[in-house]
């Protein structure tokens, strides 16, 4: 073929843009594909990649009529990944339209319903979409002069491609997946993703590991391919020497599903850390790490201590609810064992935990709740149920459980322009046969209160040390919560939460649709505002007023002063000193993203700090007692993370939102040092 004959082919993975503030990656799913297909092709073919909608408007709609155009489609861009493709078949009728991406099962009827009802569709592809995205393209230059090419090509069985063909669904094998990740050439050392790695906004994303063992019904990755595939040490070391020369953003992600799980992931390991003593990059990564933990996972989290946590997977600790949800279980023993090492290695530790899990119920999930605080994690992310489209929950499992959803507006997500208007939504599970919609609401307590004090850290002193006393965390939220008179502070921002989130809920996406619309107009002149209509956006305002914007920090009085109403031990005025003194402490090692920063903190005191915390909080605060005061030190876990977030943060005039995006939990909190 001849350069008059070339196909011009696009690849999209738009993100929502009218709200600019969320934080965005190099697209790299779409990288592979392009880069594959223009290995593969070479110059019979044009390919071009695009992260924003604006951009192919005017490279390529107001220009030259695209042949493909491929969509990667998550649970993010979904609904405007369909508005993009009926614009761009509207105007193109010729054009071959085809999905990709992790919101695209294999699973025929979810995709003869997908295409039935999205006739400007075109392919689905599942899984991996190198090989199969490179077959649809051959197939078009076998049929390229024939006036029906495109009913030719969906008659076609390709494997990993699903079509629809006179009401059939046409495909070949399931999945086509890339059992030798070297046959594929790299986005990055290729080139093709230099454009992405100029932005400073884009995060850039490596793939090391593709492929996940686990099922766990709660999560797309469950009904993906499972086999586990590595690219080289080699490969994925010269991308991060490339990636770091090539860009000035200075987070890294990884895209594996369980980072640690093959024994190649040490190595790799060993080379980030190398990356970041040498060349102090990353400053910040963001790694998935193995769902179960062993020798070589404990290695892996000790070498890269200054950059990442050591995460300990639970979402739930009641056993029947564990095997609902497929997931792998850790033992108690187990758990404790990484606890230990992580301590005795100075490792932050961190777990999630979500409320709504099939067979949880309110009590069942109190219990899940206290007995993860008493392991003495670092962080605790707590959050509400999602149902994701392509989950087993979203579908198998929602009439086996009676799960009643209602939806809310996504993180940044709603496109407006002259062409189309979308917007993403999530499904949130409020009630099931195990919790009713009053226990949803009653949860939404404990998940205030877990984030913003537990996740973070920043409560995590001064609630250990009330376990010593058998103050349990669920008894502090409780007394919190039921006594608004007697801690208006945490109320009152509790009762501006729920309002919020409340206000924000929608029987129907329908409903939210129409609502936004109605109001896009007032949001265009105050984008701002927009930034508020989210969960993560009402915590982090919630967390901002109460903490960050108060100087006294009230709000650690208060909870300092619910556990003098639960202590029911015979030294009252011991347990009182002590508790002011772990608060002056716990108030101390936070580190506020809108005050001044400092690398050092001195703060003095009459009892063995380090001791205690080493010893893991177990026995109380006064058997450390020492004959002298003794100066200790709070610094940051990471003082490149801790400056670089604050940094990012001044520059794009964000309160807190940078900071808390651009650090891990245990970024956001000084940690105790001796002299």
Known sequence: MNHKSQLNICL??????????????????????????????????????????????????????????????????????????????????????????????????????????????????????????????????????????????????????????????????????????????????????????????????????????????????????????????????????????????????????????????????????????????????????????????????????????????????????????????????????????????????????????????????????????????????????????GSEISSDMREQYQYKGMYMLSENAITYNDYMFSIEVDEIAVSSKDFSFEDWKTALQYVFFVQLMVYHGYAKELLCHFLTFDIKLTDVITELFSNTKKYPVINNAFIEYRKQYMGLLYEREEDIYEEIKSKIDKYHENKESVELIGQNRITYFSLTRLIYDDSSYEVFDEIANASLNLYKGNQLALFKETTEHVKNLTIKLIINPKTNFEDKIEFNSHYNLKGWIEDGFTKPLWDYLLPNHKPFYLCPRNIETARYAIKMNQEHKKSSFYFLRYTNSSDRRRVVYEN
Request: glycine share 6%; charged share 25%.
């Open 12 to 389: 999209l993975d738009i993100t929502n843009d009218f709200v600019e503030s969320n934080i965005k990656s190099v697209p790299v799913g779409i990288g592979y594909v392009g880069s594959y297909c223009k290995h593969k092709f070479k110059d019979d073919v044009s390919i071009t990649a695009f992260r924003s909608f604006d951009l192919f408007y005017d490279k390529i709609v107001k220009v030259k009529q695209p042949d493909i155009v491929g969509l990667g489609c998550y649970d993010w861009n979904y609904n405007l990944s369909k508005k993009i493709a009926a614009f761009i078949k509207e105007r193109f009728p010729e054009c071959l339209i085809v999905f990709g991406g992790p919101s695209i099962m294999s699973d025929p009827e979810d995709n003869r319903k997908l295409l039935s009802e999205n006739p400007f569709i075109d392919l689905l592809v599942s899984s991996d979409g190198e090989f199969p995205f490179a077959n649809i393209i051959q197939l078009l230059f076998d049929f390229r002069e024939k006036a029906d090419r495109i009913n030719m090509i969906k008659s076609k069985p390709i494997d990993g491609v699903s079509a629809l063909n006179g009401g059939n669904i046409v495909m070949g094998k399931p999945f086509d997946i890339v059992k030798d990740l070297s046959s594929l050439p790299s986005p990055y050392l290729t080139g093709f993703l230099d454009d992405f790695l100029e932005d400073v906004q884009l995060v850039p994303i490596v793939q090391n590991v593709r492929g996940c063992p686990y099922t766990c019904s709660f999560c797309v990755s469950g009904k993906q391919v499972s086999k586990l595939r590595s690219f080289t040490l080699e490969r994925v070391s010269e991308e991060i020497d490339y990636i770091r020369c090539h860009t000035e953003n200075k987070v890294l992600r990884f895209a594996d599903d369980n980072f640690g799980i093959v024994s190649g992931d040490l190595e790799v390991a060993k080379y980030l850390r190398h990356s970041y003593d040498e060349y102090k990059y990353p400053v910040v990564l963001k790694v998935p790490t193995a769902k179960k933990t062993n020798d070589l996972t404990r290695q892996i989290t000790k070498i890269l201590k200054p950059l990442n946590l050591m995460n300990i997977s639970l979402q739930t600790l009641t056993p029947y609810v564990l095997k609902n949800i497929k997931r792998p279980h850790t033992s108690m023993e187990e758990i404790i064992r990484n606890l230990e090492f992580a301590r005795k290695n100075n490792i932050a530790t961190c777990t999630d935990l979500i409320f709504g899990l099939p067979g949880e119920s309110l009590e069942s999930f109190k219990m899940t709740l206290d007995k993860t605080f008493e392991l003495r994690l670092d962080s605790i992310a707590l959050g509400v149920l999602w149902l994701l489209n």
